[in-house]
């Protein structure tokens, strides 16, 4: 298994890029980029590189490109446009803003077409062999405190999608960067050392943002894990913390109402949420630090 930054420096990354593409794995899926910008392929290289480096030779899931928009509009306000097998499916992003262009598309690809998955809008993660989900509405905090988990020795399988398989009831690990927003920098900039941070980017649609590397244990290890929790989390300024038990009926209308595809997949969905349910804790968590908030956690994952 090759990782991207040993297999070759940043340079003949950026090259490889701009000319035949260059090949990453994304826990099961392996995504294959060209772009001319070096600024992003540079990031990539950076916030990927303890990546598993794809196979040109084999299937690509995601052929994705990220190209500057041509004509007269270049001249006076520069765009970038994310292209996914030939089209693109929404609007350019302005130049400055590429990268977070890429990692939110790849998002729209995740969610929108694996779909041999039930998809949950939620960050996974991963101790001691078992999952914990943190299901949770914009502003919640769950990027900040799935962050800190990662930086506290837990494995990330994704800030964005809880990919559960349907025939064995686990999740599949799907790391890609956490995209913190405004304040969320600066707390984990703060939390530990071990952060890696690429720049900000600010007046993207979500304010200023900046993409934390997931950790090099979170991104080669494949193996999945069972359901042991699932948390609702809301962060409350100065609150003090307090962690209950949620009824699992009300739980379940949660989580279903929290995946992409519940109604898609049917009874296979039902069956698979009511399994997350049936075999997990279910907590509501209100939190203002993320110390507390993860020893909470910690409690259920032994």
Known sequence: MALIAASQNCEEFADNAAGKGVYYRVGPFQVHLTTPLREVSSLVYRLYGDFEQGDPHAVSDFHVSILPVK?????WRPQARFVIDGSSPFDPFPLESAFPLLEWGVNWCIGSRAQQYLVLHSAVLEKNGKAVVLAAEPGSGKSTLAAAL??????????????????????????RTIA??????EVIRHYSDRA?????????????????????????????????????????AGAELRSQ???????????????????????AGFEVVRNIIDNSEIRLLRFSDLDSAIGAISEFVH
């Open 196 to 236: 890696v941070l690429g720049p900000e980017f600010p007046k993207t649609r979500k304010g200023t943002v900046a993409h934390l590397a997931a950790s090099a244990a979170s991104a080669v290890d494949r193996t999945p894990a069972p359901p042991a929790l699932v948390v609702f989390p809301k962060f409350a």
């Open 245 to 267: 038990p949620l009824e699992k009926a009300a739980a379940f209308m949660k989580l279903a109402g929290n995946a992409f595809n519940y109604a898609e997949q049917g009874e």
């Open 71 to 75: 004509g007269v509009r270049r001249l």
């Open 180 to 185: 913190l927003k405004n304040e969320s920098i």
């Open 150 to 175: 990662m930086l506290s020795g837990w494995r990330l399988f994704s800030d964005e999608f809880g990919l559960m398989r349907p025939q064995s009831c686990e999740f599949v690990p799907v790391p």
